[in-house]
């Protein structure tokens, strides 16, 4: 059986690896099988991609090369976690994947949205998750919690302007694919929160079986 690959989406301090854990463990409590990643990472080149891109010293990277290093970091992830997992049948939980690309160096930083989708899927060939979490938040709510956690890197350093134009890359990614892509509202309390993500990956995977 073919697995299911499932991604959480959305703005710094949203809370994706706190909620994506919660329905890994969720999940496995039901018997599933669970793997869960990140991008960039997921591998060891993958990782030291990362490194690279959220690197304090390198503010001066181009916009361009910040792209296509996620898309590298991205081809490795897929070929190395992604696509064995799915083959096994397992469930894959990814923090971030290819709608970040769009709202970050699309909406926010400007890049076209056809170049980008161009080079999406040369790196993905065309896989996208069965269904994507977006946990919406409010940028300054979200931003402080990173603060209180000291949480810092070279994407957190751009300015609220920045930061409102990811959202809203994310908003319009939703509003443009509501089959896949489900908003979920991050201003309520964390045990909210991961009720409303459960039941609408419970509502998924039954109409799947069904």
Not at 29 to 51: A, F
Not at 66 to 93: C, T, W
Not at 122 to 131: E, N, S, Y
Request: proline share 2%; hydrophobic share 40%.
């Amino acid at each position: 059986m073919k697995g299911i690959f499932i991604s959480f989406e959305g703005i710094e301090g949203a809370g994706k690896s706190t909620q994506a854990a919660l329905l890994a463990e969720y999940l496995k409590e039901k018997g599933r099988r669970v793997i869960q990643t990140m991008e960039p990472g997921g591998t060891k080149i993958s990782l030291k991609i990362r490194e690279l891109l959220l690197s304090l010293d390198s503010r001066e990277m181009d916009h361009v090369t910040e792209l296509l290093l996620y898309n590298a970091a991205r081809v490795q992830h897929i070929k190395e976690v992604i696509e064995p997992a799915i083959e096994r049948g397992d469930v894959v939980i990814t923090d971030r994947f290819s709608d970040s690309t769009f709202a970050y160096q699309g909406y926010a930083r400007g890049i076209d949205l056809e170049l980008i989708d161009s080079l999406d899927m040369i790196a993905t060939k065309g896989l996208r998750p069965d269904i994507t979490i977006l946990l919406d938040i409010d940028v300054k709510t979200g931003l402080a919690r990173n603060r209180e956690i000291n949480k810092s890197d070279r994407l957190e350093l751009e300015d609220i302007s920045f930061h409102e134009k990811v959202r809203e890359g994310f908003i319009r990614i939703a509003a443009g694919e509501p089959g896949r892509v489900k908003v979920v509202d991050c201003s309520e309390g964390l045990e909210v929160v991961r009720q409303n993500v459960v039941k609408i990956i419970s509502e998924f995977l039954e109409e799947r079986n069904g």
